[in-house]
């Protein structure tokens, strides 16, 4: 199975205290053993996320963690980041996430089956929240 891990995922399997700690950490052990892929940019949004709030010392240790944890981490190309920003800029919502954005153009681009997420920004049918 084809799994592409969101930043909300990652932050909360990493922050014990986080209301989705237990459901991210009983996810990650059900699906360890699937093809489990990153973007570039949810990397980067995850890393900084766990500085500002917890500090630089939790950013390395996090960083190190995800990237032992993922098969590929997946860079964004020219063509996919115009398809991210034509789906953002299509969005209604306020607070909508490039990140989300990019990350659905991702999904859709190499077939992904499913996304770990929490966010409720990726349709019921794409995001797995619980085992």
């Not at 659905?104 to 797995?128: C, G, H, S």
Request: aromatic share 12%; glycine share 2%.
């Amino acid at each position: 199975m084809k799994l592409l891990i969101d930043s909300d995922f990652l932050f909360a399997l990493f922050k014990p205290d986080d209301s989705n700690n237990d459901r991210a950490k009983k996810l990650l052990k059900k699906y360890l053993d699937e093809d489990l892929s990153i973007s570039n940019l949810v990397l980067q949004e995850s890393t900084t996320l766990v500085s500002k709030r917890m500090g630089m010392k939790y950013a390395i240790k996090f960083y190190a963690s995800v990237t032992q944890i993922v098969k590929k981490i997946i860079y964004l190309d020219l063509h996919s980041e115009k398809d991210a920003w034509e789906l953002f800029l299509s969005q209604t919502k306020k607070g909508s996430s490039f990140i989300d954005c990019s990350n659905m153009t991702i999904y859709k681009k190499f077939k992904f089956d499913n996304i770990l997420a929490f966010d409720e920004y990726y349709p019921k049918n794409v995001r797995i929240t619980s085992e």
